[in-house]
């Protein structure tokens, strides 16, 4: 199947591009600003579906719109019907379609094309009127708000939010790319004469700034986004896309003492902390127990014994661990239990724990095994 795309190199392009190479489409035509023009005319001669996603957001100039947006549109589909070619042609619109603006109305014009196209020819159409798409690679400082504000606090450059309570009602570019895929199938989410992407989310300007801005605090306080919201997890994973490269790591605080360390990585507000434990040869941490507060230890490196004891019974119960054997360990509530390097290298356990660790509620218990 040959898939001709239009605004190859643009934000939608690249990643539709990208994903449709995932997922083995390898006959992909890019079309982009900087490819001879005649290689057009070739590519509508034998293409099976067109991706119309080029157009014009910030031109020098307001003519440029209509220029960019609907002359282009008349181009592509001119050279469709030189060629006798009537496959199915998708084009990116706006909701900014429906408004009196000059961007708007070139957006709208393109609309009319197409649907005058499906009338004249019988080739089917799919006007996919796009709100705010963001995610990764996508241009700061051009198109989308939230690209800028990421960028910009990745980078510690300020930003400029006039009315934070603005809503904004925005797609994830991977929503995006996944509808794309299967309107090329024939299962396009079409509503009456428009088609749309069915995952859509609602928030306000100042509600996404105050989320990026903790993004960026969290390497401070080790929290992480609420994976269980949606469109914070794909605001995070856009945000993390505009890193710094010099960036991409950052220290954590290693409470070191004469038996090892013990370094906190993650922490959160509902499903935990996790930690990494280093003990030293014949070292034995732990010797408490909570009420509460349940953990689970994984040796990854070295030997050791985990040894337990219910706080009102004599029995001792010996778990021999090994970073040659992955097993997790559970460590119930009112057992006293330790940790044991019984090796002759350091012992490394990843360590999790349901609650983070709070001073003024520690529910830890000194009491030998």
């Known amino acids: 199947m040959k898939i001709l795309v239009t605004g190859a190199k643009g934000f939608i392009g690249k990643n539709l591009i990208a994903e449709l190479r995932n997922q083995k489409y390898t006959d992909v035509l890019e079309y982009d600003t900087e490819t001879d023009p005649s290689l057009l005319d070739r590519y509508t001669e034998k293409c099976d579906f067109v991706f119309h996603l080029a157009g014009i957001n910030r031109p020098q100039k307001k003519d440029e719109f209509m220029e960019g947006n609907f002359g282009f549109t008349s181009t592509l589909l001119d050279s469709l019907k030189k060629n006798n070619n009537k496959a199915p042609i998708m084009i990116s619109s706006s909701t900014q379609a429906a408004l009196d603006n000059p961007y708007g109305q070139s957006k709208k014009a393109g609309e009319e094309l197409l649907f005058s196209y499906n009338r004249e020819t019988g080739a089917k159409v799919l006007v996919y009127r796009f709100s705010n798409v963001f995610g990764k690679w996508c241009r700061p400082n051009y198109n989308s708000a939230i690209a800028t504000f990421c960028n910009n606090i990745a980078h510690d450059l300020p930003i400029q939010v006039n009315d934070p309570s603005v809503v904004m009602n925005l797609v994830y570019i991977d929503d995006v790319v996944e509808e794309l895929i299967n309107a090329l199938k024939g299962k396009e989410n079409r509503k009456v004469d ?37 469109f914070e997890k794909k605001l995070y994973s856009t945000y993390l896309s505009y890193l710094p490269t010099d960036q991409f790591s950052y220290p954590l605080k290693m409470n070191v003492d004469d038996r090892g360390s013990f370094t906190e990585i993650i922490r959160t507000m509902d499903r935990g902390q996790f930690s990494v434990n280093i003990a030293k040869p014949g070292i034995t941490k732990g010797n408490h127990w909570h009420h509460t507060k349940n953990e689970k230890f994984l040796v990854v490196s070295g030997k050791g014994l985990i040894r337990f004891r219910k706080i009102d019974t004599e029995e001792i119960i010996d778990y021999y661990v090994s970073g040659d054997r992955m097993e997790v360990v559970d460590i119930p509530t009112g057992y006293t239990h330790n940790i044991i390097n019984v090796g002759d290298t350091d012992l490394v356990t990843f360590m999790w724990a349901n609650e983070a660790f709070n001073p003024e509620k520690p529910d830890t218990y000194f009491l030998e095994v």
């Not at 069915?198 to 993004?215: A, M, Q, R, Y």
Request: aromatic share 6%; proline share 5%.
């Open 194 to 230: 428009f088609c749309e992407v069915p995952v859509s989310h609602t928030i306000t300007l100042g509600e996404i700034v105050d989320l990026i801005k903790s993004f960026k605090e969290n390497r401070k306080t080790l929290n992480v986004p609420c994976m269980a919201n949606e």
